[in-house]
């Protein structure tokens, strides 16, 4: 995996965090787009992504993961009818899709020191539409 780069240096400083990019998929078992394959790579990300924090959690190495849940970007753009979105937006409890800025926000919390006593969390981002 790519953190495999940089945790000898993280390790060596005694800080830093890693944050990995899931998927509601993985949390439901399928989403809307993808099939068990997609949803299976993505639970594999919270497995890697709990067995890293404990892992290097001494070391003050922090591991956290991010599930995104339906994101307007680039590639869902176009795939659903406007009866298929209606339907998807419907079991979002904020009624709206996610932008990229909410992951990015999420992701630069998880980075940064705010965040300080927090590994091997999974953190959603995806309106409510997962509340458990």
Same mark, same amino acid.
């Given at each position: ?51 890293? &924090? ?49 992951? &990015? ?28």
């Amino acid at each position: 995996y790519m953190s495999q780069a940089v945790i000898p240096h993280m390790r060596s400083r005694k800080t830093g965090s890693i944050v990995n990019l899931s998927s509601v998929s993985a949390q439901r078992g399928g989403g809307i787009f993808g099939g068990p394959h997609y949803s299976a790579a993505k639970a594999g990300v919270l497995g890697l992504t709990k067995a890293m &924090a404990r892992e290097l959690a001494p070391d003050n190495v922090r591991a956290n993961a991010i599930c995104p849940g339906f994101i307007a970007t680039d590639i869902t753009a176009g795939k659903l009818t406007p009866e298929m979105r209606a339907q998807v937006l419907a079991g979002i409890p904020m009624g709206r899709a996610g932008e990229a800025s909410d992951v &990015a926000g999420c992701a630069l919390f998880l980075a940064s020191d705010l965040s300080a006593y927090c590994t091997g969390t999974e953190v959603d981002v995806n309106g409510g539409s997962l509340i458990h």
